[in-house]
């Protein structure tokens, strides 16, 4: 089984201030992991994945995010925080097997960080 | 390209009707799932189709289902609605020429009242 686990509900932070969002994960296998965002009334948005290779990946509106296997952790950050970034924010993880375990292509999502950037 | 397209985007129904959803992948795409978004329990898996098969389904009642057709577009159902389906129900869809990254659309809002 996998899981994801987002300790904070909420995370508040200045503007110009560095912004982390803390995920933890849980799979059998290698992990592929996701953040998405979520702005009032609206769908997920895509923001970055890993995959394999590097840790660091760059993603949209300047956020990137650190995979670290042995703390099994995928912290999203931005080095600095806008008001525009006040969201809800989601971490994802997916079996990399899945398809040779015929899992088929379900993601499961962590419980959501409400980030608020106060200017 | 466009993005997912998901209709209606608000709807309102009483208790015991039943719904229907639909959902237009972005083109290319043949994988689509359905999330079921609530506050308390929030992203909750429903199923995903596949060329028009049922490849995995989430721990929801039998008055959930859904179907996906030759072009890819899908539809769920939910029959005798309940005051707990109130939800934002979203689709997304994925490709399998990269990572299969999901693409969400903007959701449809059901109230039940």
């Known amino acids: 089984a996998q899981s994801v686990a987002q300790p904070e509900d909420q995370v508040n932070v200045a503007e110009g201030n560095p912004l982390t969002v803390k995920c933890t994960y849980s799979?059998?296998?290698?992990?592929?992991l996701f953040w998405y965002v979520q702005y009032p009334n609206r769908g997920l948005q895509f923001l970055l994945k890993?995959?394999?290779?590097?840790?660091l990946v760059k993603g949209s509106y300047g956020f990137e995010a650190e995979f670290n296997k042995s703390q099994t952790s995928f912290h999203l950050k931005k080095p600095s925080a806008l008001v525009s970034d006040s969201a809800l924010y989601f971490c994802?993880?997916?079996?990399?097997?899945?398809?040779?375990?015929?899992?088929?292509?379900?993601?499961?999502f962590g419980g959501g960080t409400r980030v608020l950037v106060k200017p | 390209k466009a993005g997912v397209t998901q209709t209606p985007r608000y709807l309102i129904k009483t208790r015991g009707q039943q719904v229907t959803l639909s959902c237009s992948p972005i083109?290319?795409?043949?994988?689509v799932s359905w999330y079921q978004q609530t506050p308390g329990q929030g992203l909750q898996f429903l199923f995903e189709?596949?060329?028009?098969?049922?490849?995995n389904k989430g721990n929801f009642p039998g008055r959930f289902s859904g179907r996906q057709f030759s072009n890819s577009r899908s539809e769920m159902n939910v029959s005798t609605l309940e005051l707990g389906d109130s939800a934002l129900y979203l689709c997304?869809?994925?490709?399998?020429?990269?990572?299969?990254?999901?693409?969400f659309g903007e959701g449809s809002r059901l109230t039940v009242l």
């Open positions: 997304a869809s994925s490709s399998s020429q990269g990572h299969w990254e999901l693409f």
């Open positions: 994802a993880v997916r079996d990399a097997a899945f398809l040779i375990k015929a899992a088929g292509n379900k993601l499961t």
């Open positions: 189709y596949f060329s028009e098969t049922q490849r």
């Open positions: 799979v059998s296998g290698n992990p592929y």
């Open positions: 083109s290319g795409h043949r994988s």
């Open positions: 890993y995959i394999t290779g590097d840790n």
